[in-house]
């Protein structure tokens, strides 16, 4: 079960789970989906509303027999400083960024423990290691992503139920472009965000159906499937992209580099 699988990678994870074998229950808030298949089913559905969600696992598997793997994917990016954002747009992101999957997770653990197993992969980013200016409520929902799936993977591991965080660097979708929503700017920010944006102006212009650059989502499928499919547990934080160990080696050596200025941290930790 994919979620937020009309396109970019969620569609790409479709393709790729179909071409291995499997059924495949994709939820997209779209009218129409761009592919059709014998072993595909597709569900309207709004992550963001929990009565949906519930109602959406129990027709999966009313309609496969058993729901062996969730994907939460879906979700959008958010661009503005923390003043700027409004009430709605921080709602808005967190509704489905944060709480989407969190209402999803709820709804398949019952089937899974039920099942005696079964998988529920995280789609995060590098946003949920670190944060950069202007986009923090984004980090602000991945970061809670991170932490309730790092919480729920040990209290279902007995279940036989697997949870992966997925942290993806720069992806070659319109996540970047056409997907991205942007916050009303303040002139105040103008120069923070020229430095950090390289431009005063939001939004930045795009072509319809450009992309950001990055790996293409198929590779990214294609490891994510092939992780899924391992009988071995795996890693807790799946790291996938060019880009993304560096980022979050940088990330985690300025951390560290923060706590170590504290002397009595230092005292502590030091062997």
Same mark, same amino acid.
Request: net charge negative; with cysteine.
């Given at each position: 079960?994919?979620?937020?699988?009309? &396109? $970019?990678?969620?569609?790409? =994870?479709?393709?790729?789970?179909?071409?291995?074998?499997? @059924?495949?229950?994709?939820?997209? &808030?779209?009218?129409?989906?761009?592919?059709?298949?014998? &072993?595909?089913?597709?569900?309207? =559905?709004?992550?963001?509303?929990?009565?949906?969600? =519930? #109602?959406?696992?129990?027709?999966?598997?009313?309609?496969?027999? &058993?729901?062996?793997?969730?994907? @939460? @994917?879906? %979700? +959008?990016?958010?661009? %503005?400083?923390?003043?700027?954002?409004?009430?709605?747009?921080?709602?808005?992101?967190?509704?489905?960024?944060?709480? %989407?999957?969190?209402?999803?997770?709820?709804?398949?653990?019952?089937?899974?423990?039920?099942?005696?197993?079964? !998988?529920? /992969?995280?789609?995060?980013?590098?946003?949920?290691? $670190?944060?950069?200016?202007?986009? %923090? =409520? +984004? @980090?602000?929902?991945?970061? $809670?992503?991170?932490?309730?799936? #790092?919480?729920?993977?040990? #209290?279902?591991?007995?279940?036989?139920?697997?949870?992966?965080?997925?942290?993806?660097?720069?992806?070659?979708? #319109?996540?970047?472009?056409?997907?991205?929503?942007? /916050?009303?700017?303040?002139?105040? +920010?103008?120069?923070?965000?020229?430095?950090?944006?390289?431009? *005063?102006?939001?939004?930045?212009?795009?072509?319809?159906?450009?992309?950001?650059?990055?790996?293409?989502?198929?590779?990214?499928?294609?490891?994510?499937? !092939?992780?899924? /499919? *391992?009988?071995?547990? $795996?890693?807790?934080?799946?790291?996938?992209?060019?880009?993304?160990?560096?980022?979050?080696?940088?990330?985690?050596?300025?951390?560290?580099?923060? +706590?170590?200025?504290?002397? !009595?941290?230092? /005292?502590?930790?030091?062997?």
């Amino acid at each position: 079960m994919i979620t937020g699988a009309g &396109r $970019g990678l969620g569609l790409a =994870l479709v393709e790729r789970a179909l071409a291995a074998g499997h @059924n495949v229950v994709a939820t997209t &808030r779209g009218a129409r989906f761009p592919i059709e298949d014998p &072993r595909l089913t597709v569900l309207h =559905l709004d992550v963001t509303d929990r009565t949906a969600c =519930l #109602e959406a696992a129990d027709q999966a598997v009313r309609v496969s027999g &058993r729901l062996d793997v969730l994907i @939460n @994917n879906a %979700g +959008y990016g958010l661009v %503005g400083a923390i003043e700027e954002v409004s009430e709605d747009e921080a709602r808005a992101i967190l509704d489905t960024d944060l709480l %989407g999957p969190l209402w999803m997770s709820q709804a398949v653990l019952p089937i899974m423990r039920s099942q005696g197993g079964g !998988h529920i /992969a995280q789609i995060s980013s590098v946003g949920g290691v $670190g944060a950069m200016p202007f986009f %923090g =409520l +984004y @980090n602000a929902a991945k970061w $809670g992503l991170e932490a309730f799936s #790092e919480a729920l993977s040990g #209290e279902v591991a007995s279940s036989g139920v697997r949870v992966t965080i997925v942290e993806v660097g720069a992806m070659d979708t #319109e996540w970047a472009t056409g997907s991205m929503r942007f /916050a009303r700017p303040r002139p105040d +920010y103008d120069g923070i965000r020229s430095e950090k944006l390289g431009a *005063s102006e939001v939004p930045w212009p795009s072509e319809p159906g450009s992309t950001g650059g990055g790996t293409p989502p198929a590779e990214v499928a294609e490891r994510l499937v !092939h992780h899924i /499919a *391992s009988p071995e547990p $795996g890693p807790l934080r799946l790291v996938i992209g060019d880009d993304a160990p560096s980022q979050i080696a940088t990330v985690l050596d300025q951390r560290a580099r923060d +706590y170590a200025r504290q002397d !009595h941290y230092t /005292a502590a930790t030091r062997t």
